[in-house]
């Protein structure tokens, strides 16, 4: 029974994902800052502004794709002047770290989707129960990559 219901949660979290970014994509374009910046390109700044200092790899690897794609995305957001390069400790990789504008991009655009979440959610859900869900995808998030520290929840 436990595996049925398990590969159920699986499913639905996929597809969680999927009409995510699907909406994510939808936000920027009704905002109009997919004219400024891509899902794609957007994730990227995200994932440089959590781990400032990312290598080209470290941001390949986040996000599923070739090394060669990242390149492109950092070129065409170094030419936005929203990241810079900087030599990385280990002389054969880059540093990405996004600039102020960088910063202000990234955070307008998560203030608008998630003000854009927040209405189509928040009436649906009790203070509780955001709890709980945060507490649970904060488990199985550390479960999935790997973290010792799951006993924080």
Same mark, same amino acid.
């Given at each position: 029974m436990m595996d049925n219901e398990l590969k159920k949660v699986f499913n639905l979290f996929q597809e969680s994902i999927v009409? %995510?970014?699907s909406e !994510?994509? @939808?936000i920027l374009s009704n905002s109009g800052l997919d004219e400024v910046i891509s899902k794609e390109q957007y994730q990227t =700044? @995200? %994932?440089v502004k959590e781990s400032p200092g990312s290598t080209f790899s470290y941001i390949a690897s986040k996000q599923g794709v070739f090394k060669t794609a990242i390149s492109n995305r950092i070129n065409k957001l170094m030419k936005l002047n =929203? %990241? $810079?390069i900087q030599?990385?400790?280990d002389k054969r990789e880059k540093s990405v770290l996004l600039t102020e504008k960088g910063i $202000? !991009? !990234?955070n307008r655009t998560e203030d608008i989707i998630y003000e854009t979440f927040n209405k189509k959610l928040s009436p649906h859900f009790s203070e509780e129960e955001i709890i709980t869900f945060v507490k649970q995808l904060q488990k199985a998030n550390d479960l999935i990559t790997g973290k010792d520290n799951v006993n924080h929840v």
């Open positions: 009409n %995510i970014h !994510v994509a @939808k =700044l @995200k %994932i =929203l %990241i $810079s030599q990385g400790e $202000s !991009v !990234v």
